[in-house]
């Protein structure tokens, strides 16, 4: 056994640090973990999702301790008794609503970040694939959530999103029914996508997350001009006190002083959204109580979902579905299919500038198509138009990077 | 500066998003349109009656006798309404309307005629005469009846005859009927015959008590039961539940609703309830109070909240600054 | 002096947001706290007209039995006692004192028996010394409504027994 100092004062800083390593975790997660300082404040976009991520977890906290997960008392449970009967329960539930609609935009804006400045790229696909998978988990995450209040909008996404399990002309009905537990989505299918909601997706959320940012701790963040920075050197001149010509800041505090400051813009037009401005991440069609035998006149996914259902809209029922499960899984492959050998904010990269601006136009495209009646002749083209270009951009980008040219780095 | 640049740029491509896929999208999704593919408008007259929306209805089915009978027919209730009424011979012919109207709670022809105890205050002038001369032209479901007649209150036409009774009877109801009215007794008085609000234990006839006993509660539930059959078997199926309507609807959808269901659900037998503005803000209240009570404690806890994020992010901002002042 | 200056940002944020963490913990204790129908739920009415004497009736409230017992004339009359329309009733939480059984009425020899312990009470819910019970059984708030008894609320009477030291 280690030496253990016997003077040292139970929970002082030596104690601890005897035994569970106080300073180098203190050094590795935080004073010595280096950041480059060429960053902007896409670069807050991780701790401002951890810290969404949190605020998710505490208010669900509150609206758990008085759901009751019965389809005959859901509703009420949530409309009711939640939102009238407990102190501040009308807070945690505007909160978790706001939250889980805004996070994806959170998502976006970090997934967009990273793949303008190409930071998937060798090295660092790992922080991209596990980043895809939390990606994947929110997404189960929102819809399982979604369930709960058991209102018409929870019912019928229920009905439709498992159908699609079915796979088209496989007509697997049969793994529809596994899935529900029942004919429709019914009491044993709202039980089990409660359990998902507050156990089994929460704790691969967590685990993705301290993946996450395991796979950022040597490859280490990129920076705004896709730089190689030498971390060691930059390092000691931090460390020597040339905190000007030090390339690097660390973690806590001065980086994180900025995550704080970008935090708190954040929460401002967050809790704006929250106590004014709920409806776009609250519909109101959902303070219907499901029912079963009647359909809304309009149905929808929350706004996130929408371009990829768009995808699936347009086309016949089998090639909707193929085209949606390629839509799905495009983004995983991005460090694979970018060919090209430089990592370079996007305005340096000739064509890839271009094919970034298209696919981020394209997705809001899909996504303002996906809501919008697909009767419309005009609608519809314009959807299967933008479905096929999606479709179409990962080829496109295999195309582009083969010829992309290597930038001269400190020219 | 670059930062606010990349700014820019986030919230442009984020509000085009927000934009497209909420006031765009739900505005295309709840559009009506004509035949020629016009949009057709819907808005609030203010909770006064005219018959506009009745006549234009007409119009777009193409049904010439019927918008020349919607057009007799509200041309009449205004000439009647220009007529002075006289509150003591309007009060003989009120004695008609006691009959069905005794707040007895009893279901007749279907439903049970609502109490008019505030019907002075809640209602319209022009409503209420267009009621009595029409009862079912006046509430816009006369596509429901072969003849008007039928309607529960149809007799009326063959009891309160002459325009001038009508104006009797109308100016006895808004100088009698009136006086101080909560919003459970407007509510009461105007919704609860056909629509139940559970969060609020108001059921089709009336508040539910509390029971001592499991036996006299599920007694009770089986008069609601066989009441809410009955309106099902007069209105074709159960009018909703209005719990949650107030966060369940925009309000310019309850407003244009309430003043004419047509707009917002063509061929809903559900009638024009003739509110005015002071009985509909009323309903609006109690409909508030039973779906969303938390209401006024969040638009008061808002700012604060607001408020302090904003200095937060002062204090945020000066912390970062002198974290990296000497950086560059 | 810089550094003074990063510290005073940093300590001035930090103390900031611990306010308003404390708003948080409110809002949470308060999420906490019985809701305002059970709170509503807290009080019964129970009707004393048709009591017949010394046959106990067990009533309930906020979740706890309530004994109910009219006294008869040959028992003993205690200060602990509610009158109601002139005759007497011994009104207590049906739990005892000791460890929260619910003792069993003894209609013979008038008495309360805990089988848990094996606790005594006699008509007047007094225990009897020298047996676990360390006190009498406890008296409800209550007030009187004419022959109704409203347990939840304090009466005049509730509130001059506890005065006296008489509630448990």
């Known amino acids: 056994m280690a030496h253990f100092d016997e003077n040292a004062k139970p929970f002082s800083n030596k104690w601890l640090d005897e035994r569970i390593g106080l300073n180098t975790l203190k050094r590795v997660l935080n004073t010595e973990y280096w950041i480059p300082k060429d960053i ?42 939640i939102m009238s009967e407990v102190g501040f329960g009308w807070l945690w539930r505007h909160v978790h609503g706001v939250g889980a609609s805004i996070v994806f935009l959170i998502i976006y804006i970090h997934m967009f970040t990273g793949i303008y400045y190409g930071s998937y790229k060798r090295g660092r696909e790992l922080i991209w694939l596990s980043g895809m998978g939390l990606f994947v988990a929110f997404s189960a995450e929102a819809f399982s959530g979604y369930m709960l209040p058991w209102g018409q909008m929870s019912y019928w996404a229920g009905m439709v999103i498992t159908n699609l399990f ?98 708190g813009v954040y929460f401002i037009l967050f809790f704006y959204l929250v106590f004014y401005h709920f409806d776009f991440a609250m519909d109101p069609v959902n303070f219907d109580p499901a029912n079963g035998l009647k359909t809304p006149a309009h149905i929808y996914p929350e706004w996130y979902f929408l371009w990829s259902y768009e995808i699936l809209r347009p086309f016949s029922k089998d090639v909707g579905l193929i085209a949606f499960g390629i839509a799905q899984a495009a983004f995983v492959f991005l460090p694979f299919i970018d060919r090209s050998p430089n990592v370079a904010p996007a305005h340096k990269r000739g064509l890839f500038q271009i094919w970034f601006w298209v696919l981020l136009i394209d997705m809001i495209v899909l996504t303002a198509m996906g809501k919008l009646p697909p009767t419309d002749p005009t609608f519809a083209f314009i959807g299967l138009v933008s479905a096929i270009l999606f479709l179409c951009m990962g080829p496109i980008l295999v195309v582009i990077t083969m010829f992309e040219k290597k930038i001269e780095k400190g020219a | 500066m670059r ?32 035949k020629d593919g016009n949009e057709i408008k819907i808005e609030s007259h203010g909770f006064t009656y005219d018959g506009t929306d009745d006549i234009a209805e007409a119009k777009r089915k193409g049904d010439d006798a019927l918008v020349a009978k919607k057009e007799a027919f509200w041309s009449d209730v205004v000439v009647v309404s220009s007529m002075t009424g006289d509150t003591v011979a309007g009060e003989a012919v009120f004695a008609n309307c006691l009959g069905c109207h005794s707040g007895a709670n009893i279901n007749m022809g279907g439903v049970v005629p609502p109490n008019l105890d505030h019907a002075g205050a809640i209602y319209d002038k022009n409503y209420l005469i267009a009621l009595i001369k029409d009862p079912a ?22 009891t309160v005859t002459d325009n001038q009774q009508i104006a009797d009877v109308v100016a006895y109801i808004l100088e009698k009927k009136v006086g101080e009215v909560t919003a459970k007794e407007v509510f009461t008085e105007a919704c609860v015959r056909c629509h139940a609000v559970r969060y609020a234990k108001m059921t089709q006839i009336g508040e539910t008590p509390k029971f001592k006993h499991r036996k006299d509660a599920l007694a009770h539930e089986i008069k609601v039961i066989e009441e809410q059959d009955r309106i099902k078997a007069y ?79 002062i204090l945020a901002f000066l912390w970062k600054k002198s974290m990296w002042r000497d950086l560059h | 002096m810089e550094k003074e200056r990063r510290d005073f940002m940093g300590l001035s944020l930090g103390l900031f947001t611990a306010a308003g963490s404390i708003g948080a ?139 006296d030291n008489l509630i448990a």
Not at chain 2, 137 to 158: E, Q, R
Not at chain 2, 263 to 281: A, D, F, H, I, K
């Open chain 2, 137 to 158: 032209m006046a509430s816009n479901v006369d596509h429901k009846y072969a003849d008007t007649s039928m309607h529960p209150m149809g007799s009326i036409k063959f």
């Open chain 2, 235 to 313: 209105m074709g199926n159960l009018p909703p539940d209005l719990s949650m309507m107030i966060r369940a609807r925009s309000s310019h959808f309850l407003e244009t609703f309430v003043e004419n269901p047509q707009s917002g659900l063509p061929g809903t037998s559900m009638p024009r309830v003739g509110l005015n503005q002071e009985g509909y803000e009323k309903v609006k209240e109690y409909l508030t109070e039973a779906g969303d009570p938390s209401k006024k404690a969040r638009e008061e806890l808002g700012p604060w909240v607001i408020g302090f994020f904003v200095i937060f992010t």
């Open chain 3, 25 to 163: 913990l409110y809002a949470m204790k308060r999420t906490w706290d019985p809701l305002p129908s059970v709170k509503a739920a807290g009080f019964t009415t129970i009707e004393l007209a048709n009591a017949k004497p010394n046959e106990l009736v067990v009533e309930k409230w906020r979740g706890k039995p309530i004994f109910v017992l009219k006294k008869s004339a040959d028992m003993e009359a205690n200060d602990r006692d509610v009158i109601v329309g002139g005759d007497r009733f011994h009104i207590s939480i049906g739990l005892c004192t000791h460890l929260g059984c619910i003792p069993a009425y003894e209609k013979d020899n008038h008495e309360f028996f805990c089988a848990c312990h094996g606790g005594r009470f006699n008509a007047s819910g007094i225990n009897e010394p020298g047996l676990p019970p360390p006190s009498p059984l406890e008296i409800p708030p209550f007030k009187i409504n004419g022959t109704q008894l409203v347990l939840g609320e304090e009466g005049p009477e509730y509130k001059k027994m506890k005065i």
């Open chain 1, 40 to 81: 902007n404040f896409l670069w807050a976009m991780g701790m401002v999702l951890a810290a969404t991520f949190g605020i998710l977890v505490i208010s669900g906290i509150f609206l758990l301790m008085y759901y009751k997960p019965d389809a005959d008392l859901a509703f009420d449970s949530v409309n009711y008794t």
């Open chain 1, 166 to 263: 079915s796979g088209g002309s496989l007509e697997a009905y049969g793994l529809v029914e596994w899935i529900r537990g029942d004919y429709v989505p019914g009491d044993a299918y709202l039980t089990r996508f409660f359990m998902l909601h507050v156990l089994l997706i929460p704790l691969a959320i967590i685990g993705l997350i301290v993946l996450h940012f395991g796979t950022l701790r040597l490859p280490h963040v990129n920076n705004q001009e896709g730089a190689e920075i030498d971390f060691d050197e930059a390092a000691s001149l931090w460390k020597a006190g040339k905190r000007k010509e030090s390339k690097v800041i660390p973690f806590s505090p001065v980086f994180l002083s900025k995550d704080i400051f970008v935090m």
């Open chain 2, 3 to 34: 930062e606010l640049k990349i700014f820019a740029i986030v919230a442009f491509f984020s509000l085009l998003t927000y934009y497209l896929v909420e006031p765009y999208a739900h505005h295309a999704m709840h559009m009506k349109v004509d």
